[in-house]
């Protein structure tokens, strides 16, 4: 796809096309929250591996900051796409 888009202008034409499509929006955002959940989670295990926050209570707690943090981003990655 990066490909086609650098190439010809009629190969960026045909990108754009196709990443203006709804169905393709919406992959695109799945994967973004999807990533964005991944390193949020991320940060939470590296932390517990630090020591902070490994009683059962601050357990849940970050995970419903990691839960809250993803939310938020979703609907702000989804007003940035559309």
Do not use: C
């Not at 989670?41 to 059962?56: K, T």
């Amino acid at each position: 796809m990066l490909d086609s888009a650098t190439g010809t202008t009629d190969g960026f034409e045909r990108v754009q096309t196709l990443l203006t499509n709804l169905p393709a929006k919406l992959i695109l955002w799945l994967f973004l929250v999807a990533l964005w959940y991944h390193l949020i989670a991320g940060i939470r295990h590296l932390l517990m591996d630090m020591g902070i926050g490994e009683s059962l209570k601050s357990a849940r707690l970050s995970g419903g900051i990691t839960v809250v943090i993803t939310l938020l981003a979703a609907i702000l990655l989804g007003s940035w796409l559309w």
